[in-house]
């Protein structure tokens, strides 16, 4: 039986999207449903998919990166974008062996993707490079401005706290742990909350649960089991990058 991963941050469209799937491709098994890319990369890894549906713009690693990241992680499965991107970057996915959907997603154009899947046996992983070069010069919305301070807990007292000095975020339970080279806070907010307010060119996701600031890396080391370990600059302790998240550092 064929399956797949669901890549949405916003609920109602990864619900209406995995609605459309059951409909046009029963036989299709969802073997999970994400809200972010550092989630949807993870899947991947897991279940190594016969197809990933990835929203390009997701907190965290875009889809952009979790579908660089595919290729060695589950290098077999098949990219779907979501998009709601301008005729500009429809053009580069008509030229590569990719699919994509224009979001709101038509049942019609679903269909028709779905019939191309069933007809490829494998994706094109030197298109599926191409299209990423290319959607890579495509000009980004931003919503925010990233985070350029937050107000976390240390004891008793209530610090303010410069993002460029955090060494790393690391989740705990409903709330975050904010790590600086003066010790650690309490940051009322989910990590996952946190993952679309940071500069994403400045902080990368590195594991399910951490979040790391490029600037604070002294170096990495990877292990013969693929996975990751950072040293930092301010912080005696080690962090793990685990296997998925390490094609992010090559290009570094």
């Known amino acids: 039986m064929p399956n797949c991963i669901v890549a949405e941050d916003e609920q109602l469209l990864r ?20 809200e972010d890319g550092g989630a949807a990369l993870e899947a991947i890894a897991e279940h190594r998919p016969d197809v990933a549906f990835l929203d390009i713009r997701m907190p965290g690693l875009t889809g ?22 301008n005729q500009y970057a429809i053009d580069a996915f008509d030229k590569g062996a990719v699919d994509y959907l224009l979001k709101p997603i038509a049942r019609e ?28 010069i495509v000009p980004q ?12 807990s240390a004891g008793k007292e209530t610090r303010l706290i410069l993002v460029d000095d955090v060494a790393y975020f690391q989740a705990d339970n409903k709330y975050t742990v904010v790590m600086t080279k003066d010790g650690e806070a309490l940051l009322r907010t989910p990590i996952r909350e ?6 994403p060119t400045a902080f990368k996701q590195i594991h399910r649960s951490t979040i ?5 890396i002294a170096s ?20 793990t990058v685990s296997q998925p998240f390490m094609t992010l550092f090559r290009s570094m």
Do not use: H, M
């Not at 609605?19 to 969802?30: A, C, F, H, S, T």
């Not at 946190?194 to 500069?199: A, E, I, N, P, S």
């Open 141 to 152: 919305v931003v919503d925010k401005p990233p985070l350029a301070w937050i107000t976390a």
């Open 15 to 34: 619900e209406s999207l995995v609605g459309l799937l059951r409909e046009v491709w029963p036989q299709l098994d969802i073997a999970a449903e994400c």
């Open 109 to 136: 154009r679903l269909a028709a993707t779905v019939a191309r899947l069933q007809a490829r046996s494998a994706r094109d992983a030197g298109a599926l490079a191409a299209v990423i070069r290319q959607l890579g």
């Open 212 to 216: 790391v600031n490029l600037k604070a």
């Open 64 to 85: 952009l990166e979790v579908a660089a990241a595919t290729a060695e992680a589950s290098p077999a499965t098949q990219i779907v974008f979501v998009t709601a991107y």
């Open 194 to 199: 946190l993952l679309g307010r940071l500069d």
């Open 220 to 239: 990495i080391v990877r292990d013969d089991a693929g996975r990751g370990t950072l040293k930092l600059k301010t912080r005696p302790e080690t962090l």
